[in-house]
């Protein structure tokens, strides 16, 4: 198992690194302003990829071991369609959807809602290093097609970079479909599957009913993470929205080891039915996680703003340092708390993963009302970590009380600390 989540998180460290650097390369080229536009198509575009998972998220992980792959398929592959249409449709009307740029937020949803199907089913077929070879292209191959577009095409705008979004998803569509075909030819062993088979109807009812929860959970949680780029730029403009960005994006580069341990987690969890182990298994990459969290944006922190702006970026993102300092408390805070959702969720307990997103959507709002106006980029991002932190304290409280576990347990131990020296030694441990 700790070999499966060491490859994950050196593949995901190694999108995150090139993800960095052109960050960098992005601040450059496209200037505060582009990179604000960029931003919030993104963030658009990620927020209509989370409502699609409704049938396209963790309801095909949890399915596809009871019931035939194909029954779980098709019904993503259609919404991951109709789903984006839906979803543009809402945000055109309520002003989210960024003028002159639906189609482009339509066609990106749509990939990403694909890609994302393609590797939930690797993932649900334990098939970790086609999981990670998908994301490695999506992610890294980004960067490559981006050098080319901004300084071979010299096509160094918005517009470019969609360009370059576009062909790195679409790549790793092709790779991650052909990864699948194998998959969906063998036999394999048989899932367990219930006496009397449901109809394709009555499956899909029991799809949307699980992927609704999860959907509502990421869809809350992507608004959380995401909604103050859409305050930011109605209330001080595209630039601003670009400072929060760069900052953020280096801030969130830590999130892939929570995301890389929180994948390996769910698939364990919900492989099994003993609430013990799974309580177990939840508090050791819990504690692992939240100490490797605040060691490595520590270490992030320490880096001095005149790098910022003399060498990775420009003069134009002055006080970024500010705005990672506003965010690291909430970046830490919400990494811990993407483990303990993913066993609610591995658990088949979605509502308190969803309404744990709703705390966080709720304090968001709630605190940029006063600070985004009052404070501005920096109000931004304060308001950020004092949502996260709401998330994390409502989980574990929901936690500690649903699996007694006591306060005690929630911090690192002498024992915790021998264990991953087992693991890492490849030794088994119980």
């Given amino acids: 198992m700790l070999k499966k989540v060491l490859e994950t998180i050196v593949t995901r460290y190694v999108v ?66 109709a789903g984006s249409a839906i979803a543009c449709g809402v945000m055109a009307l309520t002003g989210m959807l960024p003028a002159g740029f639906g189609a482009e937020v339509y066609g990106l949803a749509t990939l990403l809602s694909l890609v994302g199907i393609h590797s939930r089913v690797l993932l649900g077929k334990d098939r970790i290093k086609a999981f990670n070879a998908t994301f490695m292209i999506q992610g890294g191959t980004l960067f490559f097609i981006l050098l080319y577009v901004y300084y071979v095409t010299e ?110 987690s769910y698939s364990q969890v919900a492989k099994t039915s003993d609430p013990e182990i799974q309580r177990q ?56 708390n993407n483990i303990l959702s993913h066993y609610f969720i591995g658990t088949g307990k979605v509502k308190y993963s969803t309404a744990c997103s709703c705390v966080g959507l709720l304090a968001l709002l709630f605190s940029g009302c006063f600070l985004v106006p009052a404070q501005g980029v920096l109000g931004s ?9 709401a998330m994390l304290l409502f989980s574990l409280t929901v936690f500690v009380r649903q699996t007694h576990t006591s306060l005690c347990e929630l911090l690192p131990s002498k024992e915790d600390f021998a264990k991953l020296k087992l693991l890492i030694t490849g030794k088994q441990i119980r």
């Fill in 155 to 264: 096509k160094q705008d918005v517009e470019g970079y969609l360009w370059g979004v576009y062909l790195s998803n679409a790549l790793a569509w092709l790779v991650s479909l052909l990864f699948l075909y194998p998959v969906c030819l063998r036999r394999g062993k048989k899932t367990q599957q219930p006496a009397t088979r449901p109809s394709f109807f009555r499956l899909w009812r029991k799809m949307f009913a699980y992927g609704l929860w999860s959907s509502a959970d990421n869809l809350t949680e992507g608004l959380t993470t995401r909604l103050n780029y859409f305050l930011l730029q109605r209330l001080s403009g595209y630039g601003q929205v670009g400072l929060l960005d760069a900052g953020t994006r280096i801030s969130e580069s830590v999130w892939h080891i929570s995301r890389s341990v929180s994948s390996i």
């Fill in 281 to 336: 298994q939840t508090l050791r990459f819990f504690k692992w996680t939240y100490c490797a969290l605040m060691l490595v944006t520590g270490m992030i922190l320490l880096i001095p703003e005149r790098v910022y702006t003399d060498y990775l970026f420009t003069a134009e993102f002055r006080s970024i340092r500010k705005v990672i300092g506003g965010l690291s408390a909430g970046i830490v805070m919400f990494g811990a």
């Fill in 16 to 81: 995150a690194a090139l993800n960095l650097a052109l960050i960098f390369i992005n601040g450059k080229t496209l200037g505060i302003h582009g990179m604000g536009l960029a931003g919030v198509i993104y963030a658009s575009a990620n927020i209509v990829f989370l409502f699609n998972s409704v049938f396209c998220g963790n309801t095909i992980v949890y399915h596809m071991n009871r019931y035939p792959l194909r029954y779980v398929f098709w019904p993503a592959y259609v919404w991951a369609f």
């Fill in 381 to 389: 991002a304060v308001s950020t970590s004092i949502a996260f932190s």
